[in-house]
């Protein structure tokens, strides 16, 4: 059977499950932060997490390739789209508030989160307020910034394995490290569905100060008017990417519609009309350049997805 044949019969299947949106050959560029990337076989939105739940099974049983994105922020997705399932967690926004903990679903944009901490007079959430990206994708990448990063905050998470069953993982079973997790491990294929941080009270305008001075810094600092993942490389043990970069004369260079961030040589910015072959181009031409002047090999941070 091929696999447009596949995608048609699980397309059927899925269409019996209540609060979940299917699209089909929907361009990914819209949802991910570089606002590059062709179209996906199939689009799933489920707006419940007993809809996550129930199309696990069934994407398993279909055994088409399936990935799943947050507020794409940290990826890089292929001209050509991707040949499978795409689940598209930004409609699992909900959350709640216990004391001094909140439990919010995977979906929900850390600026978000950020914003909600500050109004209830939660104080630990500072750093993420201007960081990208859904919670999910924060706990995958155990994101952080500014010496506060997701693992000094997050206390478990729940999620939906292969079989459509709930989990729930403490944070040590989470195996948080420096850009890292346990939903690293493509073995696993879990959904995450919820994650549980542990905050502190504080005054609201101590909260709101930390994050207008952050605010600033990254303004200050980083290119954020213009579409990017992030830092695009890793920091390599004892240097400073941008640095690196800057020192290699390669700031404001510039491959088609990418280019090194004149106001931060860590990033790449798309100018408006970036294709991701031209960011890989880019990313491949740095990394030459970087290791014939100093040795040092950088690796990527952000994710590939589809055909390079």
């Keep these: 059977m091929n696999t447009k044949s596949t995608i048609n019969i699980l397309s059927k299947k899925l269409e019996k499950i209540n609060y979940l949106e299917i699209e089909k050959n929907k361009k ?79 979906g929900i944009e850390l600026e978000e989160i950020a914003d909600i901490a500050l109004k209830n007079s939660l104080s630990g959430l500072e750093f993420a307020s201007g960081i990208p990206g859904s919670l999910g994708g924060a706990l995958y990448m155990n994101a952080g910034a500014y010496d506060g990063e997701m693992k000094d905050i997050i206390t478990s998470a729940l999620f939906v394995n292969q079989k459509g069953e709930l989990l729930k993982l403490s944070k040590k079973e989470l195996e948080l490290d420096y850009r890292n997790s346990i939903l690293q491990n493509k073995s696993l294929n879990y959904l995450a569905l919820k994650v549980n941080l542990k905050l502190k009270k504080d005054k609201k305008a101590n909260i709101k100060a930390k994050m207008e001075e952050l605010h600033q810094k990254r303004w200050s600092k980083q290119p954020m008017e213009l579409p990017s993942a992030g830092s695009i490389f890793k920091r390599p043990e004892g240097h400073y990417t941008g640095a690196l970069i800057e020192k290699a004369g390669l700031k404001g260079y510039q491959i088609g519609g990418a280019q090194v961030s004149k106001k931060h040589a860590g990033f790449i910015v798309n100018k408006g009309d970036a294709t991701a072959e031209d960011i890989i181009k880019l990313i491949e031409k740095i990394k030459d350049e970087i290791y014939k002047m100093s040795g040092v090999q950088l690796e990527v941070e952000p994710r590939f997805l589809g055909d390079f």
């Design 28 to 106: 990914l560029a819209e949802f991910t932060s570089f606002k590059v990337g062709g179209p996906a076989d199939l689009l799933l939105k489920p707006q419940e997490i007993e809809a996550a739940q129930k199309l696990i099974p069934l994407i398993m049983k279909s055994k088409l390739p399936f990935f799943i994105l947050g507020q794409g922020s940290n990826l890089i997705v292929s001209d050509k789209g991707y040949r499978g399932v795409i689940i598209y967690t930004g409609d699992l926004n909900d959350y709640q508030i216990k004391g001094e903990s909140i439990s919010a679903e995977s």
